[in-house]
């Protein structure tokens, strides 16, 4: 690592101010550090990163580094329920005061930041979808013309976008493994899932909503892994996938685009393919939400005396500069 010369343009070390973003009369939610990395500013509205010179040029040779180069990382900010569950939400619990050393919590926040990227592309790709199924709901017409035929829409190349959906939640799901392998407790990728289940079980029972959210998700990853492979591994998966796009069924009904799973007891026997995606990203946010829970709840460090342990936010807990929010958990002590 480059060491910092402090030395040399002394005019860096003075204090100053400046603006986020373009629209400066965007209200600012959090300011979080990237340690060399630079900073990270949440706004109402958008996300930026910004590095300073002494980011860029730690060894200050170049005078004529701008003051700040900034980059927009999200079109979404803190009024966006996706950003308080992620970049928000990993900021209030991976907090360097409440967690043993070896946590490298700056390495957290990066791949925090990283598995927000996917999940993003992933929401948007689903919203892109939902624009093409909405403009071909629009344009249908049920009427048959003249020599009886009627006309149905494709939604375009639906068997890459399908494709890709799954891998994309394969690798939104590794993203989530890199946070949960910062914790010293041998996670492994291929079960790491199971293992927070079992983490899970310790501390609460059962029929806890908790243990049965992530026995939930456990099981219907299980076969998205299936899927994966099914679309890698055909000959080795046991199935195959098969995307259907708009298409009449025998009672006459127009079906929306869906997926087929053949192998034996898939859960994706037959499933709409928006649903799919839809509930797909709801499991990897929940599944975010939970891993950063259990484990900085597990390694959580007392404090002067006082118990530290992770709860739930309730809403009239809320200072009143950040009611908008919408990270659900976060450091207490007691």
């Keep these: 690592?480059?060491?910092?010369?402090?030395?040399k343009l002394?005019?860096?070390?003075?204090p100053g101010s400046f603006y986020v973003g373009k629209d400066f009369h965007e209200a600012n939610s959090a300011l979080i550090?990237?340690?060399r990395d630079g900073l990270l500013a949440i706004k109402r509205k958008s996300v930026w990163k910004i590095q300073l010179p002494d980011n860029i040029d730690p060894q200050r040779n170049n005078a004529q580094i701008?003051?700040?180069?900034?980059?927009?990382?999200?079109s979404y900010g803190s009024d966006h329920e996706i950003i308080g569950r992620t970049l928000l939400q990993g900021n209030e619990l991976l907090v360097a005061n409440h967690l043993p050393k070896e946590i490298d919590i700056?390495?957290?926040?990066?791949?925090?930041?990283?598995?927000t990227k996917e999940l993003i592309a992933f929401h948007d790709a689903i919203l892109e979808m939902n624009a093409e199924y909405i403009k071909i709901q629009n344009e249908f017409t049920a009427d048959t013309r003249e020599d009886g035929s009627?006309?149905?829409q494709d939604i375009k190349y639906l068997d890459r976008k399908g494709k890709e959906f799954i891998q994309n939640i394969d690798h939104i799901k590794n993203e989530i493994f890199n946070i949960v392998e910062l914790f010293p407790l041998n996670f492994k990728k291929e079960n790491f899932i199971k293992r927070l289940k079992e983490l899970s079980v310790q501390k609460f029972q059962n029929n806890h909503p908790l243990v049965k959210?992530?026995?939930?998700?456990?099981e219907k990853t299980d076969h998205l892994w299936k899927l994966r492979t099914a679309i890698e591994h055909p000959k080795e998966s046991g199935g195959e996938i098969i995307f259907k796009n708009f298409q009449m069924n025998d009672r006459g009904q127009i079906e929306f685009p869906h997926l087929l799973h053949t192998a034996i007891n898939s859960p994706f026997a037959k499933m709409d393919l928006l649903q799919f995606c839809i509930e797909s990203q709801n499991d990897m946010v929940d599944l975010?939400?939970?891993s950063l829970v259990l484990l900085c709840d597990f390694y959580a460090k007392d404090f002067g005396g006082d118990r530290v342990f992770v709860r739930s936010v309730l809403d009239n807990e809320r200072s009143e500069s950040n009611p908008h929010m919408n990270y659900k958990y976060d450091i207490h002590w007691k």
Excluded: A, H
């Design 66 to 74: 701008p003051k700040q180069v900034q980059s927009q990382l999200f």
């Design 288 to 290: 975010f939400e939970l």
């Design 1 to 7: 690592m480059v060491q910092l010369n402090t030395q």
């Design 213 to 218: 959210r992530l026995n939930q998700i456990k």
């Design 10 to 14: 002394p005019q860096r070390n003075e």
């Design 106 to 115: 700056q390495r957290g926040m990066r791949y925090v930041i990283d598995f």
């Design 150 to 152: 009627l006309l149905l």
């Design 33 to 35: 550090s990237l340690d």
